[in-house]
């Protein structure tokens, strides 16, 4: 009787085996990037949110509270290029939004691709856009790989770069959004023409109904209590509009500025409207393999932006944010299945406080016009070196040199070097400067240092980083707000992961935004892309 039960244990023990031999991956992962969303935002408004959305993160998820970004700058296709390759602008070579190519001299936009035609368009030199200018994979293209090209990958977004950069080289598509036609459109580089789906989806003028009535508060305003008033100086103006308060007339405003859409709230509506609508045309989640849809919600930059953290308007647009993530989530438990799909949220950078508002608060920030800087350094070097300009431009918060003219001239960089960074040493906006191609003989603090270092890429970057001190902002940021740096309020990213085999809970150790691809590669059993530093969070499994 004993040895029947054995023979059956074992039997039970080989069955289960091969039931276990199919690699058990969910149906479908979403990569969501909330633009410019620092993490204190979980917590500001969360006595707000419903339970549907950010909350359901929160109590379902893993969330990873101490998050930072490894690198500078903090910029928003440096961080949809890391986030998705788990490497850094030294490898992954998006060192910016645009740079000065160091080898022409020429200025380059990250996604500009002259080689491919816009799709949907209105005007055809709009869109043309491909990854190509990132130089490594990332954990789509992985999956792609890892399905022998079975999986499905798409990237959305009203940013060409934030749908672009996160679905990798070989996606099967991505989607931004055109302001002149009001139209979501991609470019010959994924496909020869746009589906029919998304010809309908842009039939139907979305935009126009989401803005009929005009953009005011979800709640009455004097419930806004995590705000300031609503009209305060540093805030920025819709063009059109004489103050910044609600409501915002966006129906009148859109007629002459259609890229006013973007800053308002329904911009992500209307992205994650369209993310549902690319769920059903590719049948995301239906097919023999893992599909991977990511997915930025681009107006809480844009928002952020033009009246800053501490306004009603960026509270109400969270606010409305976390209603359209409930009734996104619950549109995926019903197509995908409660359980079946996997999503991580994060952002691809924070932002500063207004300078309006730390100063009202005796908070320490100013302002510096980086083109002021450079004009006084030219000035400086000519009566040294004998050359008007030598810096060609204060970008990205590092100087860029005429280098072929340094050569052609036979001068002394290293000199020129020198000398600039004596003289942004005595800048009362200037923290620290230091010589690109001798990070390491730098006095620069970690983690200060190591951000520094994984941002800088000879070809793409400028030659002498400028580290400003805390809170101060270039001065085209007045109003409103902008972002960056290394500092804590531009580098500090919430970090969330939900569903499929995630555990339940919250940690508070250092995690690097490096590390969330090589996580979601291990989640799926993919190798990692190939320039990854990062390592996989193994509290989140379940
Ligand atoms: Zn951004």
């Known amino acids: 009787m004993k040895k029947w039960f054995a023979v059956l244990c074992f039997s039970i023990f080989i069955l289960s085996g091969y039931a276990q031999q199919t690699i058990n991956r969910p149906k479908l992962v979403l990569g969501i990037v909330v633009d410019q969303m620092r993490w204190d935002y979980l917590y500001r408004f969360y006595d707000r949110y419903g339970n549907g959305g950010f909350r359901r993160l929160l109590q379902e998820g893993y969330s990873f509270e101490n998050t930072m970004i490894n690198y500078v700058p903090s910029f928003t296709a440096v961080g949809h290029s890391c986030i998705f390759t788990g490497s850094v602008p030294a490898i992954n070579g998006i060192t910016s939004n645009e740079w000065i190519d160091q080898l022409t001299g020429t200025r380059v936009y990250c996604t500009g691709d002259s080689s491919v035609q816009s799709l949907g368009a209105e005007n055809a030199e709009d869109g043309r856009m491909s990854p190509r200018n990132l130089l490594v994979t990332t954990v789509t293209d992985e999956l792609r790989m890892a399905t022998n090209f079975q999986s499905k ?18 996606a099967n598509g991505a989607f931004w959004l055109d302001d002149a036609s009001g139209n979501f459109i991609s470019s010959s580089y994924y496909m020869k023409e746009l589906p029919s789906w998304v010809y309908k989806f842009n039939e139907q003028k979305r935009i126009l109904s989401l803005i009929k009535n005009d953009w005011n508060t979800l709640y009455p305003i004097n419930t806004y209590k995590q705000s300031d008033p609503d009209n305060n100086p540093y805030e920025g103006r819709l063009p059109g509009e004489n103050a910044p308060v609600f409501p915002h007339r966006i129906k009148d405003l859109y007629q002459k500025s259609p890229g006013v859409f973007r800053t308002t709230p329904f911009g992500n509506t209307l992205t ?4 549902a609508r690319v769920i059903d045309g590719y049948q995301l989640g239906q097919g023999p393999a893992t599909d991977f849809l990511t997915i930025n919600c681009a107006s809480t930059d844009y928002v952020g932006h033009m009246f800053g953290p501490n306004s009603v308007e960026i509270e109400d647009t969270y606010l409305r944010l976390d209603q359209d993530l409930a009734k996104f989530f619950s549109l995926l438990d019903d197509k995908i299945g409660k359980g079946q799909w996997l999503v991580f949220l994060t952002a691809d950078h924070g932002a500063a406080h207004s300078i309006g508002f730390m100063q009202k608060h005796n908070l320490p920030g100013e302002l510096f016009t980086a083109q002021y800087l450079v004009d006084d350094l030219n000035r400086a070097l000519n009566s040294k070196f004998g050359d008007p300009k030598l810096i060609l431009s204060g970008l990205n918060y590092q100087l860029n040199f005429d280098l072929r003219k340094i050569n052609d001239k036979h001068l002394d960089f290293d000199a020129i070097k020198r000398t ?3 003289l942004l040493l005595r800048e009362r906006s200037v923290n620290n400067a230091v010589d690109l191609s001798r990070i390491a003989e730098s006095n620069l603090p970690e983690p200060i240092k190591t951000m520094v270092t994984n941002g800088y890429y000879f070809k793409r970057s400028g030659s002498v980083q400028v580290i400003y001190h805390s809170g101060w902002l270039e001065s085209y940021a007045r109003t409103g707000t902008t972002h960056g740096t290394w500092n804590p ?35 799926l ?14 509290e989140v499994l379940k």
Request: with cysteine; aromatic share 6%.
């Open 153 to 170: 990958v798409v990237g959305v977004s009203l940013k060409d770069r934030a749908a672009i950069l996160p679905a990798g080289h070989s």
């Open 272 to 275: 994650l409207e369209f993310a």
């Open 420 to 422: 600039t960074i004596d």
């Open 489 to 523: 309020y531009d580098a500090h990213i919430p970090l969330i992961f939900m569903g499929w085999n995630i555990a339940q809970g919250k940690s508070n150790h250092l995690v690097h935004m490096t590390d969330i691809a090589p996580t979601i590669a291990a989640l």
């Open 525 to 538: 059993h993919i190798q990692m892309p190939s320039g990854c530093i990062g390592v996989p969070i193994t």
